[in-house]
C-alpha cells in the first residue's frame, strides 16, 4: 500500500522559527496530505515520531526543532539525543522520520538572527519534503519491483 499522508511534528521553543519549516514542507506537499503536531520542545518529539510511524499511516514523519544554547544545560547533549532519538523511531518502525532540527552554536536572540534563522528553516522544510517525497518515490518503487 502506498501512503500519501505525511506526518509533521513540531517544537513549541522559538515557533515563530520552527514554524517557518512547515512552511517550506508545504511548498511541496500539499497541506491536505500533511497532519500536523505540536510538542512542547525538541526532547519530546522521537517519542511522538515513533507513535506516529507506529500507526501505519504515513509514509514519512518529519521533525522540526531549534535546540539553542540557553546557558542552563548542554544543548548539544539535547540535540544529539534528539537526533539519536528521531533516527532509532525510523528504524524501529520501518518508517522514514526526518530531522529538521538545528542546533546553532552562535544563535543570538536579535532581529539579525532570527530573520536569518526563519529562512533557513523554510529551506530545510523543503529540503525535508523533497527527501520524503524521494524516499517513498524509493521505497514503492522497491515494493513494486519484489
Known amino acids: 500500500m502506498t501512503h500519501t499522508r505525511y506526518a509533521f511534528v513540531k517544537a513549541n521553543w522559538h515557533s515563530d522559527i520552527v ?13 491536505d496530505q500533511v497532519d500536523v503536531f505540536d510538542v512542547p520542545g525538541a526532547f519530546e518529539m522521537p517519542l511522538l515520531a515513533r507513535d506516529l510511524a507506529q500507526t501505519g499511516r504515513y509514509a514519512a514523519v518529519a521533525c522540526a526543532a531549534f535546540v539553542v544554547d540557553g546557558g542552563i544545560y548542554r544543548h548539544d547533549f539535547v540535540a544529539q539525543a534528539v537526533v539519536d532519538g528521531l533516527m532509532r523511531a525510523g528504524m524501529d518502525t520501518g518508517v522514514p522520520v526526518l530531522s529538521v532540527s538545528l542546533t546553532p552554536h552562535q544563535y543570538q536572540e536579535t532581529d539579525h538572527h532570527n530573520a536569518i534563522y526563519r529562512a533557513h528553516f523554510v529551506e530545510k522544510g523543503r ?20
Open 19 to 31: 514554524d517557518r519549516a512547515l512552511d517550506g514542507f508545504l511548498e511541496l506537499i500539499p497541506a
Open 127 to 146: 529540503e525535508a519534503a523533497q527527501a520524503a517525497l524521494k524516499i517513498t518515490a524509493t521505497r514503492t518503487a522497491l515494493t513494486q519491483a519484489a
